[in-house]
């Protein structure tokens, strides 16, 4: 397991020279890691009056801001490309405008209306601060604009909210842990709803908002002046910091198209990396099949509902949690069976949940999950796909699969699927960042994004290890993201607020190519695969937040400046680890009891019976004895 020491000299001789000397820090997004940031950054000292949150949203909550949006734009398929265009807003005026040009409305006299001053732009929506008269206004403005992302109608948390939560907020008074009773609701379900989400993100942002400017986009973040190494010694005196860097941060506001540029000594990006949908270009005549038949590939990203599926032949590409979740819902209403593409086994549990398998003469049959499609086939208007052997489903019914709108080819095991409706891919998403072009940055600094399926030059999954002012929490995938958010902006705060020593460039750097062998501090995984690289090991985020916990447990009491001793970023315990453990056990009990179970308890599961049992299988699966002792120590 990847270290944190800074092997390269002592703590004392760390801070002979201070590495910072930040005053002024922009945060990019108002998600659950942009709004763990600004509090921690507070709490550390910063100063508010020096701190810009930037959202392009009208509202707090990044992915959890669900809205029935989808994008005007058409689907690139396949859909590959890190660096493609970003997508466009969704304005919800656009239609109802032009409705009122055709009826011939009078024409708006403030069209061509000036603002005095960019801070007036950049200030008016839903603030009262535009100086416009009244009837301008109400002329003038326009709603912000939405942007479409990835949340669904009926969806529910695959976590629950006693582990999900932030370590200063629970989601209700009375939850074991809560601080003094401080929770965002009176009652809710343990796995919560997203509307119950977003309620507790909103009552989170309570005390940063004034910090917020909302609908804020941001065009363009740039290095303005290089620093010198980290690797080497400092020129001047013990009381000039070894990295000097400012960024040149351009933003547009979405309501006014008032533009706006400011400088910055660091900058937080958390914008999140549920964006750009991927869409794999593994099977041929996949572009072909998308021409031919506009609209019937698309991907998650756009679903809502399941009610546009109905009566349909539909195909779900992957099985992961979003797409089983996607799957059970549109299988109510879809021509059955619904097929599931699969790359590897899905449990029998969840098969059994699903309605894998069974006889014509039984309902047990809503689903067949079959292997990865091998081609698209465009004059039947549909693919050929592998078998899954080791699944429950790959064996299921195949005789029957010519009924079915099938038909197998026994040499070559795979089968043929035609007449399909609608195949919606459920594959993730790339990792982009367009307004962190290559060209912000030195000739020397290796690029951000590539393929965008992992993140360059990044040392812990968040640290930038040639420009240290640049931070990018909440990377990771398979994770509890809201304790993780603060764990990691614990540790950056501490660092820019210079009470924990930086380690140098090459030490970043070896640590970033420990996380690229799979020996980070997440525990062991698959080395050398770009696919992986953010991705945890089960129990992983344990590891990762234990030892960030304690990275930022080693600060000064004080740092340059008068800095204070900060927040205290979450450590995980007997409790939670046990919790991490049975989650998706959880969960599937909550599905099939209807979805009203308040406590973990009501779906009888219990730490005091099974606790030990079922934590050593986390610990086992994240492979460290390190944690299993930190766990052993806890529990006394």
Not at 211 to 232: C, D, E
Not at 236 to 262: C, D, G, H
Not at 378 to 390: A, F, K, L, Q
Not at 556 to 585: F, H, M, N, T
Request: hydrophobic share 35%; with cysteine.
């Amino acid at each position: 397991m990847g270290s944190i020491v800074n092997n390269t000299s002592d703590q004392n001789d760390a801070f002979s020279a201070p590495a910072f000397n930040i005053t002024r820090i922009a945060i990019v997004g108002a998600g659950p890691s942009g709004l763990a940031a600004a509090k921690y950054l507070l709490a550390e000292g910063f100063s508010s009056e020096k701190i810009d949150i930037y959202e392009q949203q009208a509202e707090v909550g990044g992915v959890w801001n669900y809205n029935t949006a989808t994008s005007a734009q058409p689907l690139r398929v396949p859909l590959t490309d890190a660096h493609a265009p970003p997508e466009l807003p969704v304005y919800p005026d656009d239609l109802a405008a032009e409705d009122e040009e055709e009826e011939g409305e009078e024409e708006d006299k403030y069209a061509d209306y000036v603002f005095d001053s960019d801070e007036e732009a950049s200030t008016a929506p839903g603030s009262g601060a535009c100086s416009l008269p009244p009837v301008a206004r109400q002329k003038k403005e326009k709603r912000p604009p939405v942007f479409p992302n990835p949340m669904y109608d009926d969806l529910h948390t695959n976590i629950p909210h006693t582990l999900m939560r932030y370590s200063d907020l629970g989601f209700h008074a009375d939850e074991i842990g809560a601080r003094k009773g401080k929770g965002t609701h009176e009652d809710c379900e343990i796995f919560p709803s997203r509307q119950v989400v977003q309620e507790y993100l909103v009552e989170y942002a309570r005390d940063v908002r004034q910090l917020i400017r909302f609908s804020a986009q941001v065009t363009n973040i740039s290095l303005q002046t290089p620093s010198p190494s980290a690797t080497t010694a400092a020129a001047s005196t013990a009381q000039q910091p070894r990295i000097q860097e400012k960024w040149t941060l351009q933003s547009t506001n979405l309501v006014t198209n008032a533009s706006n540029t400011e400088t910055y000594d660091a900058v937080v990006v958390a914008s999140g990396h549920y964006s750009t949908p991927y869409i794999p270009a593994a099977a041929p005549g996949i572009s072909e099949f998308a021409s031919t038949h506009p609209g019937v590939i698309s991907h998650s990203k756009t679903y809502r509902a399941a009610a546009a599926f109905a009566g349909k032949r539909v195909v779900v590409v992957g099985s992961g949690p979003s797409g089983l979740d996607i799957a059970a819902q549109i299988s109510a209403v879809c021509k059955p069976p619904l097929i599931v593409c699969a790359r590897s086994p899905v449990s029998t549990e969840m098969c059994a949940h699903l309605g894998v398998g069974g006889d014509d003469n039984n309902d047990n049959n809503r689903v067949r999950v079959v292997g990865p499609i091998k081609r698209f086939l465009d004059d039947e208007r549909g693919i050929e796909v592998g078998p899954t052997p080791s699944s429950p489903s790959a064996s299921s019914s195949k005789g029957e699969a010519g009924g079915r709108g099938g038909e197998i080819d026994k040499e070559e095991s795979t089968e043929k699927i035609s007449d399909i409706d609608a195949i919606v891919f459920c594959t993730g998403y790339l990792y982009t960042f367009p307004f962190l072009p290559s060209s912000s940055f030195p000739a020397s600094t290796p690029p951000l994004i590539t393929s965008g399926r992992r993140v360059h030059g990044v040392a812990r999954h968040f640290l930038h290890t040639r420009h240290p002012t640049l931070v990018f929490p909440g990377l990771p995938y398979k994770i509890i993201p809201f304790p993780l958010a603060e764990a990691q902006a614990a540790v950056f705060s501490r660092l820019w607020a210079n009470r924990l020593p930086l380690p140098s460039q090459e030490e970043l750097e070896v640590w970033e190519k420990e996380d690229e062998e799979g020996k980070g501090l997440e525990g062991q995984r698959v080395a050398k695969r770009e696919k992986s690289f953010h991705t945890f090991p089960k129990g992983g985020d344990a590891l990762y937040i234990n030892a960030l916990h304690d990275w930022a447990a080693r600060a000064l009491d004080e740092g340059a400046g008068g800095k204070g001793k900060g927040k205290e970023p979450p450590s995980w315990g007997p409790e939670e680890l046990w919790q991490r453990s049975i989650y998706a056990q959880a969960k599937m009990q909550f599905e099939k009891t209807g979805r009203k179970a308040r406590t973990l308890l009501e779906l009888g599961l219990s730490r005091e019976t099974s606790g030990e049992e079922d934590t050593n299988r986390l610990l086992d699966g994240a492979k460290s004895e390190e944690l299993r002792q930190n766990q052993i120590d806890l529990a006394g």
